[in-house]
C-alpha cells in the first residue's frame, strides 16, 4: 500500500511534527516518526542546527508494538498521550555528527545536463527554467518559492512549503525589473553655472537557478544587472526650459553626458562680467624707475652702494612730466536668467597738483627746473617740482634755522640746538650734533650724527593717526544723520502741518542726549590738523571748518541744510578713501654713524657705515645697519637687517618686528632681545646666521 513521506526541517521536533501533520492533514495515530537529526548547536554555539524528522502516513489499523520500536531503534507509533514522553526520549538521544549524516536518505547521484528526468526516482529540481516532481513510494517532496519568484501551482500562488506530486502543474513565473535613468540639473555659482548630474538606470535579468534533485526544493532565481542611459537630448533641454534657462546652453556638453553619464558636467554658463581698468599714471621721466630701490634690493643690502646715495633726477621749464591713464569701465554680464551681473566699478587717479606743475588735458607740465616729486597714496598722487635751497657753511646761530617748501643742501654741519626742516628732500655733507631735522621724503647725512633728532615722512604719521580718527568720526556721523532722518519722517506723519524743526536745533539735541563723545573727537581731530597745519593738503583744513561750524560752534537758530550735512560727510567720507592706504615707502634716511639719537622714517633707515650706539630707530618699513648696533631699541613695520648686535660685554639690545616681519642678524651677542609679534627671545650665549619668524602656528622660529 502507498505510504506517503516527508521529511521536516524545524527549530524543534515539536515543530517539525506539527508541520507534518498540517501538511499531510492527519493525527499522530496515522503517522509514523524517524528522528534524522536532533536540534543541537555548533561547537562555539555561533550556529544552530535545525530538527530534521521524516513522517510516514500509514494506514490508521497499523499498530507498531513496542517490540517493534526497540528493535527499529528510531520509529515511533505515537499517540496523544504518549507524544510528550516520546518526544523528550528522543530529544535527549544525541547521536554522534558522523552517524548523523549517514542516517539521512542518501542524495541521488547528480545527471548530466542531457539526462532525461524520467531517470532521477525521487525529488524535485530545476533544470532548463523548468521545476521537475517525481515521488516515490516512501515519499513526497516539498517545494517553496523564495521573494524573488512568482511559483504557481495548478494555477494557485505558492505562498508557504507544499507537498507535490508528478501530475501537479508547477509554473514559474519570473519578473524582470527594469529602472529607469534619471537626472537633476544644479543652479550654482549666483545663477552663473547650471550642471548636469545623471544616474544611470538599471536593467535586472532574473533565471532559474539550476539544481539536483531535492526532497525539500526552494526555487530561487539569480540575478543579472546592467546599466543604461535612455535620456534623450529633448528631455534635458525641456527641463533647462521649464527652470527658463535658454541662453548659454553648452550642446557637447549634454551630448558627452548622455554617452557618459560619469559625475557632473557643466551644461550652461552665464556671460561673465569683463572687469575694466583703473586710472593710473604714467611717469615719462627718463630714469624714473631706476632711480627707485626695491625691496629685494634692501633685503639683499651689499647690492647697494650707499656711498654714491640717490641720483638726483631733474626737469626743464615746459617738460611733461607725466600723463594721466583714465580708467576704463568694464563691461557688464548676464546670469543664466538674463539678470545684469555688473563689473567691478573703476576708480580715476585722484591727481594733487602742486604749486610747479600744471595739468594740461591728461598730461602734467613742469612750471619750474627742479626736481620732480611723485608720491602715491593708493589712489591718490601728488605731483610737484620741487626746487632747492644749497646753504654753503654751516648752520648756526649766524645762519638761523632754516626752513623751505622744497630740497635743503647743506655743505656744512649743522650744530647744537638747530633746525633743519625742508618739504622735500636733505642733503648734509657735514655732521649733525644736538640738532632736529625734518624732512618730507628723503634725508642724507654724509658724516656722523650725534645727540639729535632726525625724521623723514612725518606728515606720514601724522596722516596715518588723522585717518583712524576720521575712520571713528564717520561712524558718528552716519549715526546722526540716521538719527536726523528718522526724526523729521516721524514728526512729519504725526504733524504735517507744523513748521520743519531745524537740523541745528536736532544736532544740538542729538550732541547733549545721544552723542557726546563724538564733540570731544571732533575736537582732538580738528586740534591735531590745526597743529600740522603748514604740512597737510588744503583739504584736512577745510574739513576741520566744518566740522567747527556744525558740530562745535552751532547754535540752536543756525541754518544748517540737510543737503550740506549729507555733502560734509560724503566730503569727509572720500578724504579717508583717498588718505586711509599708507603711502609707497620711499621716504628713506641714510648716515653712516649715530650715538645717543632718534631716528624715524615712514619707509626705511640705512645706516651704511660704522652703526649706531644707544640709539632709538623706528622705520614704518624696512631698517638695514650694515655696521654694528650696540644698546638702544630698533623697531621696523616689516623687516630688520642687521650685521652685529650687542657687545662682548653684553648689555641689552632690543629687535622688534610685528606678527609678519622678520629679523636677520649675521651675529648677535649674549643679551640681545628679539621680539616678533608677542613672541620674545633672548640670547644667552652669541649666536650668528640667524633668520627669525612667526611660523603659521604662531611659534617663533630661529635659523
Same mark, same amino acid.
Given at each position: 500500500?502507498?505510504?506517503?513521506?516527508?521529511?521536516?526541517?524545524?527549530?524543534?521536533?515539536?515543530?517539525?511534527?506539527?508541520?507534518?501533520?498540517?501538511?499531510?492533514?492527519?493525527?499522530?495515530?496515522?503517522?509514523?516518526?524517524?528522528?534524522?537529526?536532533?536540534?543541537?548547536?555548533?561547537?562555539?554555539?555561533?550556529?544552530?542546527?535545525?530538527?530534521?524528522?521524516?513522517?510516514?502516513?500509514?494506514?490508521?489499523?497499523?499498530?507498531?508494538?513496542?517490540?517493534?520500536?526497540?528493535?527499529?531503534?528510531?520509529?515511533?507509533?505515537?499517540?496523544?498521550?504518549?507524544?510528550?514522553?516520546?518526544?523528550?526520549?528522543?530529544?535527549?538521544?544525541?547521536?554522534?555528527?558522523?552517524?548523523?549524516?549517514?542516517?539521512?536518505?542518501?542524495?541521488?547521484?547528480?545527471?548530466?545536463?542531457?539526462?532525461?528526468?524520467?531517470?532521477?526516482?525521487?525529488?524535485?529540481?530545476?533544470?532548463?527554467?523548468?521545476?521537475?516532481?517525481?515521488?516515490?513510494?516512501?515519499?513526497?517532496?516539498?517545494?517553496?518559492?523564495?521573494?524573488?519568484?512568482?511559483?504557481?501551482?495548478?494555477?494557485?500562488?505558492?505562498?508557504?512549503?507544499?507537498?507535490?506530486?508528478?501530475?501537479?502543474?508547477?509554473?514559474?513565473?519570473?519578473?524582470?525589473?527594469?529602472?529607469?535613468?534619471?537626472?537633476?540639473?544644479?543652479?550654482?555659482?549666483?545663477?552663473?553655472?547650471?550642471?548636469?548630474?545623471?544616474?544611470?538606470?538599471?536593467?535586472?535579468?532574473?533565471?532559474?537557478?539550476?539544481?539536483?534533485?531535492?526532497?525539500?526544493?526552494?526555487?530561487?532565481?539569480?540575478?543579472?544587472?546592467?546599466? /543604461?542611459?535612455?535620456?534623450?537630448?529633448?528631455?534635458?533641454?525641456?527641463?533647462?526650459?521649464?527652470?527658463?534657462?535658454?541662453?548659454?546652453?553648452?550642446?557637447?556638453?549634454?551630448?558627452?553626458?548622455?554617452?557618459?553619464?560619469?559625475?557632473?558636467?557643466?551644461?550652461?554658463?552665464?556671460?561673465?562680467?569683463? *572687469?575694466?581698468?583703473?586710472?593710473?599714471?604714467?611717469?615719462?621721466?627718463?630714469?624714473?624707475?631706476?632711480?627707485?630701490?626695491?625691496?629685494?634690493?634692501?633685503?639683499?643690502?651689499?647690492?647697494?652702494?650707499?656711498?654714491?646715495?640717490?641720483?638726483?633726477?631733474?626737469?626743464?621749464?615746459?617738460?611733461?612730466?607725466?600723463?594721466?591713464?583714465?580708467?576704463?569701465?568694464?563691461?557688464?554680464?548676464?546670469?543664466?536668467?538674463?539678470?545684469?551681473?555688473?563689473?567691478?566699478?573703476?576708480?580715476?587717479?585722484?591727481?594733487?597738483?602742486?604749486?610747479?606743475?600744471? #595739468?594740461?588735458?591728461?598730461?602734467?607740465?613742469?612750471?619750474?627746473? =627742479?626736481?620732480?616729486?611723485?608720491?602715491?597714496?593708493?589712489?591718490?598722487?601728488?605731483?610737484?617740482?620741487?626746487?632747492?635751497?644749497?646753504?654753503?657753511?654751516?648752520?648756526?646761530?649766524?645762519?638761523?634755522?632754516?626752513?623751505?617748501?622744497?630740497?635743503?643742501?647743506?655743505?656744512?654741519?649743522?650744530?647744537?640746538?638747530?633746525?633743519? *626742516?625742508?618739504?622735500?628732500?636733505?642733503?648734509?655733507?657735514?655732521?649733525?650734533?644736538?640738532?632736529?631735522?625734518?624732512?618730507?621724503? /628723503?634725508?642724507?647725512?654724509?658724516?656722523?650724527?650725534?645727540?639729535?633728532?632726525?625724521?623723514?615722512?612725518?606728515?606720514?604719521?601724522?596722516?596715518?593717526?588723522?585717518?583712524?580718527?576720521?575712520?571713528?568720526?564717520?561712524?558718528?556721523?552716519?549715526?546722526?544723520?540716521?538719527?536726523?532722518? #528718522?526724526?523729521?519722517?516721524?514728526?512729519?506723519?504725526?504733524?504735517?502741518?507744523?513748521?520743519?524743526?531745524?537740523?541745528?536745533?536736532?544736532?544740538?539735541?542729538?550732541?547733549?542726549?545721544?552723542? =557726546?563723545?563724538?564733540?570731544?573727537?571732533?575736537?582732538?581731530?580738528?586740534?591735531?590738523?590745526?597743529?600740522?597745519?603748514?604740512?597737510?593738503?588744503?583739504?584736512?583744513?577745510?574739513?576741520?571748518?566744518?566740522?567747527?561750524?556744525?558740530?562745535?560752534?552751532?547754535?540752536?537758530?543756525?541754518?544748517?541744510?540737510?543737503?550740506?550735512?549729507?555733502?560734509?560727510?560724503?566730503?569727509?567720507?572720500?578724504?579717508?578713501?583717498?588718505?586711509?592706504?599708507?603711502?609707497?615707502?620711499?621716504?628713506?634716511?641714510?648716515?653712516?654713524?649715530?650715538?645717543?639719537?632718534?631716528?624715524?622714517?615712514?619707509?626705511?633707515?640705512?645706516?651704511?657705515? #660704522?652703526?649706531?650706539?644707544?640709539?632709538?630707530?623706528?622705520?614704518?618699513?624696512?631698517?638695514?645697519?650694515?655696521?654694528?648696533?650696540?644698546?638702544?631699541?630698533?623697531?621696523?613695520?616689516?623687516?630688520?637687517?642687521?650685521?652685529?648686535?650687542?657687545?662682548?660685554?653684553?648689555?641689552?639690545?632690543?629687535?622688534?618686528?610685528?606678527?609678519?616681519?622678520?629679523?636677520?642678524?649675521?651675529?648677535?651677542?649674549?643679551?640681545?632681545?628679539? #621680539?616678533?609679534?608677542?613672541?620674545?627671545?633672548?640670547?644667552?650665549?652669541?649666536?650668528?646666521?640667524?633668520?627669525?619668524?612667526?611660523?603659521?602656528?604662531?611659534?617663533?622660529?630661529?635659523?
Amino acid at each position: 500500500m502507498l505510504q506517503n513521506s516527508i521529511t521536516i526541517k524545524a527549530e524543534t521536533i515539536e515543530e517539525a511534527v506539527q508541520t507534518a501533520l498540517n501538511i499531510l492533514q492527519c493525527t499522530t495515530e496515522d503517522i509514523n516518526v524517524q528522528v534524522v537529526k536532533s536540534p543541537s548547536k555548533s561547537l562555539f554555539g555561533l550556529r544552530k542546527r535545525l530538527a530534521e524528522v521524516s513522517i510516514t502516513k500509514v494506514n490508521s489499523n497499523v499498530i507498531l508494538t513496542k517490540a517493534k520500536r526497540e528493535e527499529e531503534n528510531s520509529v515511533f507509533a505515537i499517540n496523544d498521550r504518549e507524544l510528550d514522553k516520546l518526544i523528550d526520549k528522543v530529544i535527549d538521544y544525541d547521536m554522534p555528527e558522523q552517524e548523523r549524516e549517514e542516517a539521512i536518505v542518501p542524495t541521488l547521484p547528480k545527471k548530466d545536463s542531457g539526462a532525461l528526468h524520467s531517470e532521477i526516482t525521487f525529488g524535485a529540481w530545476i533544470q532548463n527554467n523548468k521545476v521537475y516532481i517525481q515521488e516515490n513510494d516512501q515519499r513526497l517532496p516539498i517545494i517553496e518559492a523564495d521573494g524573488k519568484v512568482k511559483v504557481l501551482v495548478n494555477g494557485e500562488r505558492l505562498v508557504k512549503p507544499q507537498i507535490v506530486t508528478s501530475t501537479d502543474k508547477v509554473q514559474v513565473v519570473l519578473e524582470n525589473e527594469v529602472i529607469p535613468s534619471s537626472f537633476w540639473i544644479d543652479i550654482k555659482d549666483n545663477n552663473m553655472m547650471a550642471t548636469l548630474s545623471i544616474k544611470p538606470g538599471k536593467k535586472i535579468v532574473r533565471e532559474l537557478e539550476e539544481t539536483g534533485p531535492q526532497e525539500h526544493l526552494v526555487i530561487s532565481a539569480k540575478e543579472t544587472e546592467s546599466s /543604461f542611459i535612455d535620456i534623450r537630448l529633448d528631455e534635458v533641454l525641456q527641463k533647462l526650459k521649464s527652470l527658463k534657462i535658454e541662453r548659454g546652453i553648452i550642446y557637447p556638453s549634454i551630448r558627452d553626458m548622455l554617452i557618459d553619464g560619469v559625475g557632473e558636467a557643466i551644461i550652461a554658463k552665464g556671460i561673465s562680467p569683463i *572687469e575694466g581698468l583703473d586710472g593710473d599714471i604714467e611717469i615719462l621721466i627718463d630714469g624714473w624707475e631706476d632711480n627707485k630701490v626695491d625691496d629685494k634690493d634692501i633685503l639683499h643690502s651689499e647690492k647697494i652702494d650707499y656711498r654714491e646715495g640717490q641720483s638726483i633726477l631733474a626737469v626743464e621749464v615746459g617738460q611733461i612730466i607725466a600723463k594721466k591713464i583714465l580708467a576704463i569701465a568694464g563691461k557688464h554680464g548676464s546670469d543664466l536668467f538674463g539678470t545684469i551681473v555688473p563689473s567691478k566699478p573703476v576708480h580715476e587717479v585722484v591727481l594733487k597738483i602742486g604749486k610747479h606743475v600744471e #595739468q594740461k588735458d591728461n598730461q602734467i607740465v613742469a612750471l619750474t627746473a =627742479g626736481r620732480p616729486s611723485i608720491e602715491t597714496r593708493g589712489k591718490l598722487v601728488k605731483i610737484d617740482v620741487i626746487k632747492e635751497y644749497v646753504h654753503t657753511g654751516d648752520v648756526s646761530l649766524e645762519s638761523g634755522n632754516i626752513r623751505f617748501q622744497g630740497d635743503i643742501r647743506i655743505n656744512g654741519n649743522v650744530l647744537d640746538s638747530m633746525f633743519v *626742516e625742508a618739504e622735500g628732500r636733505v642733503y648734509i655733507k657735514g655732521t649733525v650734533n644736538r640738532a632736529v631735522i625734518q624732512s618730507g621724503h /628723503f634725508m642724507r647725512v654724509e658724516q656722523n650724527v650725534f645727540s639729535s633728532e632726525l625724521s623723514v615722512g612725518k606728515v606720514n604719521h601724522i596722516i596715518a593717526s588723522l585717518t583712524q580718527v576720521l575712520s571713528e568720526l564717520l561712524t558718528y556721523l552716519d549715526h546722526i544723520l540716521g538719527a536726523i532722518n #528718522q526724526i523729521l519722517m516721524i514728526r512729519q506723519q504725526n504733524k504735517p502741518e507744523e513748521e520743519t524743526m531745524k537740523i541745528s536745533y536736532l544736532i544740538r539735541l542729538l550732541l547733549e542726549k545721544k552723542y =557726546g563723545d563724538f564733540r570731544d573727537l571732533v575736537i582732538r581731530f580738528c586740534d591735531i590738523i590745526e597743529q600740522n597745519e603748514q604740512n597737510l593738503d588744503r583739504d584736512w583744513k577745510s574739513l576741520s571748518v566744518k566740522l567747527k561750524e556744525y558740530f562745535i560752534t552751532v547754535s540752536r537758530d543756525q541754518n544748517i541744510q540737510l543737503k550740506a550735512l549729507e555733502s560734509l560727510i560724503e566730503s569727509a567720507r572720500e578724504i579717508y578713501e583717498i588718505y586711509f592706504l599708507p603711502p609707497e615707502p620711499n621716504a628713506t634716511i641714510e648716515l653712516p654713524y649715530g650715538i645717543n639719537s632718534t631716528l624715524y622714517s615712514s619707509g626705511n633707515i640705512h645706516i651704511f657705515g #660704522q652703526g649706531v650706539y644707544h640709539c632709538s630707530l623706528h622705520a614704518d618699513h624696512n631698517v638695514i645697519i650694515k655696521g654694528v648696533c650696540r644698546g638702544g631699541m630698533i623697531s621696523a613695520g616689516n623687516d630688520i637687517v642687521l650685521n652685529e648686535v650687542g657687545s662682548e660685554n653684553g648689555g641689552k639690545t632690543t629687535i622688534s618686528v610685528p606678527i609678519n616681519g622678520k629679523i636677520y642678524i649675521n651675529y648677535a651677542h649674549v643679551d640681545t632681545v628679539i #621680539q616678533i609679534g608677542r613672541r620674545m627671545h633672548t640670547f644667552s650665549q652669541g649666536t650668528a646666521k640667524i633668520a627669525a619668524f612667526i611660523d603659521a602656528e604662531g611659534n617663533l622660529q630661529l635659523y
